[in-house]
Nanobody, 115 residues
Framework: QVQLVESGGGLVQPGGSLRLSCAAS????????MGWYRQAPGKQREWVAS???????YYANSVKGRFTLSRDDAKNKIYLQMNSLKPEDTAIYFC?????????WGQGTQVTVSS
């Protein structure tokens, strides 16, 4: 059974940076479009970014130009570099396939942007 484990979240001041990582227990990255989602308090989970095998990243307008998604299929990992963070980026961040598979949702990693 494949498990996705997110890490790298934390508390950061506005304008700061964080790098999130997502590791898979199985080899799912090489054949799937992978992505990041986030869920802010009181809001529905939303798509943030996605990347196909060997492809470029696609980003929600709210993070375009600030976030960069990359993948390392050999290591079964994807990464989300988040720069110029804003308070509205505060959320729990999850990785999953695109579209998200119910059995792959993990605990996520909390990102809090606050001064």
């Amino acid at each position: 059974q494949v498990q996705l484990v997110e890490s790298g979240g934390g508390l950061v001041q506005p304008g700061g940076s964080l790098r999130l990582s997502c590791a898979a227990s199985g080899s799912i990255f090489s054949v799937n479009v992978m992505g990041w989602y986030r869920q802010a308090p009181g809001k529905q989970r939303e798509w943030v970014a996605s990347i196909a095998p060997g492809g470029n990243g696609y980003y929600a307008n709210s993070v375009k130009g600030r976030f960069t998604l990359s993948r390392d299929d050999a290591k079964n990992k994807i990464y989300l570099q988040m720069n110029s963070l804003k308070p509205e980026d505060t959320a729990i961040y999850f990785c999953n396939t695109i579209p998200g598979r119910p059995e792959y949702w993990g605990q996520g990693t909390q990102v809090t942007v606050s001064s």
